[in-house]
């Protein structure tokens, strides 16, 4: 196994301190996810699809931040595990509270219709990785995917649930799955 280089170790103190007393309903569902997640932040987190692209430069993520809660973009068109790296991507941004003026008037003449640019304090598009920020917010995604898989288990409320934590219960009696 190879080190980690001091600037991983950071981001994933980052990222775990971000999701300590974070618990997810299995199996992993990525609106859960931010739910649970803006619950711990204070901060309500809206999932939201793109618009069709136009062109190559066409973001396939976008976070914006208003005064009081967070919007999560991501494409349509692709697959369910692209779909999460994407929002985990622009909740790294978030997490490391990023924040740049590079390309955010590109940004904000991209932004779907209905969004006034006015009450945007921070707009972030994933179109490519050659800044620093990018790079850390796409291992912090990757870092948050791993962490996932270790959180706590969220009581669960639906029939789908029950039978899910019996069906957990029964593969690995001793662990405990409260």
């Known amino acids: 196994m190879s080190e980690m280089s001091e600037r991983e170790l950071r981001l994933r103190r980052t990222a775990e301190r971000a999701l300590h007393d974070v618990r997810i309903p299995q199996p992993f569902d990525i609106a859960a996810f931010c739910e649970a997640l803006s619950v711990k932040r204070g901060r309500k987190m809206v999932l ?96 948050l995917g791993e962490l996932v898989e270790t959180l706590p288990i969220a009581p669960a409320s639906s029939m789908h649930g029950v039978l899910a934590r019996v069906d957990a219960t029964m593969i690995h009696p001793r662990k405990d799955c409260r």
């Open 48 to 143: 939201r699809e793109l618009p069709a692209g136009n062109g190559l430069n066409t973001p396939c993520g976008l976070w914006i931040a208003y005064a009081d809660e967070d919007h999560v973009f991501h494409v349509r068109a692709t697959s369910q595990r692209h779909r999460t790296q994407v929002i985990l991507h622009e909740i790294g941004h978030m997490l490391l509270d990023h924040s740049s003026d590079a390309g955010r008037s590109a940004l904000l003449a991209a932004l779907p219709s209905g969004i006034a640019p006015s009450r945007v304090r921070a707009v972030f598009g994933r179109t490519d990785y050659s800044t620093d920020q990018e790079h850390d917010a796409e291992l912090t995604a990757s870092l």
